[in-house]
């Protein structure tokens, strides 16, 4: 039956980030869906826009009731009034609160591979990157605990960034895990900055945990970021939430998210939650239900008909992670080969630390593209071991 997101929308020549791409390109690398959103949303836009007058813009008691129902409802987390702050995005949180709640010089710990921006927020704030690598193994990832409780040892470490659920290798985090993380930064005094945007993604079925919500402990060391942008296909809108339980620490991250001048929202920032929190909880779950049978079927495709390509299977996002550690190391030469030979952009499992030899692919459009890529995938990664039999240079 044809769903609502078979639909094939073209999105050249609209100033498109993912789609400014030759003639012929597929792209299939950053994470942002080809779907359009829900129709209530777009509904609500479209009747404030049609009012003509732009004008500064207030958050209002709607926005907090959204934002508290649907974690609530759908994530049974109860969030206060007064531990919600407006952000223009994750990432500019992200990148205020690592300025405003540590110091130049000090050390930031990820657990790698994980989205590679974490990396610039740290970095071009003057702190450090320290990685404690997620431990791969036939097909799954583990923490290794020992190494991540040494890196929060250090002096010089005075936060953790967690990515829950985790972007690029879809972990849903259990409540023992996120707990044992919490507990470690409690000991050392480390603050977390939760990355939840990916939060409502999840194989339908199955819950995240938000880290605030696991005990007292998380929840007073934790400063959260959570948006609708990610499920609701609207990052270009520019809108999310902070969430800060710690009055202390509240009062730091919206001094710093207002000296960044990222706290105050445009027109449609402020609307656009209301009305897919309110009213696009259907659509969402059409939406989860579409994208785990491109997962499935990308997954059954793979282990059939791409030899030496193995998918690693994700609870969560609908980023699939690729392991292409039997054809190589070199995850940059292999997707720029993929580009020149079929045409497919994926994201090079290198740019996320700790994934030589991985890469990434969107399968948040509709079938029929994602079988157009899979079929590039297969034709690009024959002609590469080609090559490679052939001792041919790329």
């Not at 009747?47 to 003509?52: D, E, L, M, P, T």
């Not at 997707?335 to 990434?360: K, M, P, T």
């Not at 969107?362 to 001792?391: F, H, T």
């Amino acid at each position: 039956m044809q769903s609502r997101f078979d639909e094939t929308i073209d999105r050249r020549h609209t100033g498109s980030m993912k789609w400014e791409v030759a003639e012929g390109e597929l792209p299939m690398w950053v994470a942002d869906m080809d779907f359009q959103t829900a129709p209530e949303v777009t509904e609500a836009i479209c009747k404030r826009a049609a009012q003509g007058v732009f004008g500064y813009t207030l958050i209002t008691e709607e926005w907090y009731q959204a934002y508290q129902s649907w974690w609530q409802s759908r994530h049974g987390f109860d969030i206060k009034k007064e531990w919600l702050i407006f952000s223009t995005g994750v990432v500019p949180a992200i990148s205020s609160v690592v300025r405003k709640l540590t110091t130049v010089a000090e050390k930031v710990v990820v657990l790698t591979p994980v989205y590679n921006i974490f990396f610039n927020s740290i970095v071009n704030n003057g702190r450090n990157v320290l990685e404690s690598r997620l431990v791969y193994d036939h097909g799954s990832y583990t923490i290794d605990f020992e190494d991540l409780e040494a890196k929060l040892a250090d002096p010089q470490t005075t936060m953790m960034i967690l990515c829950n659920p985790h972007n690029p290798i879809g972990i849903l985090w259990d409540k023992e895990t996120l707990a044992k993380i919490g507990a470690l930064c409690k000991k050392h005094h480390v603050l977390v900055l939760s990355d939840e945007i990916h939060c409502d993604l999840t194989e339908p079925g199955k819950g995240y945990i938000p880290f605030a919500a696991v005990s007292e402990t998380c929840r007073d060391i934790s400063i959260t970021c959570i948006a609708p942008t990610k499920a609701f296909n609207l990052a270009g809108i520019q809108t999310a939430a902070v969430v800060v339980p710690s009055e202390a620490l509240r009062h730091r991250v919206n001094r710093g998210l207002n000296t960044d001048e990222v706290a105050e929202p445009n027109v449609f920032a402020a609307i656009a939650p209301i009305a897919a929190f309110n009213q696009g909880g259907p659509w969402l779950d059409a939406l989860r239900a579409y994208l785990w049978e491109n997962r499935r079927l990308a997954e059954a495709y793979i282990d059939r008909e791409i030899p030496g390509v193995k998918a690693v299977k994700g609870k969560a996002t609908y980023l699939l992670w690729l392991d292409c550690q039997e054809l190589t190391k070199d995850s940059q030469t292999l997707c720029q080969f993929i580009r020149r030979d079929s045409g497919l952009y994926l994201s090079e499992g290198a740019e996320y630390r700790n994934g030589d030899g991985f890469l990434r692919m969107n399968l948040a459009c509709p079938r029929e593209q994602v079988m157009e890529g899979l079929k590039r995938l297969k034709r690009s990664v024959a002609g590469y071991r080609s090559k490679i039999l052939k001792g041919e240079h790329f």
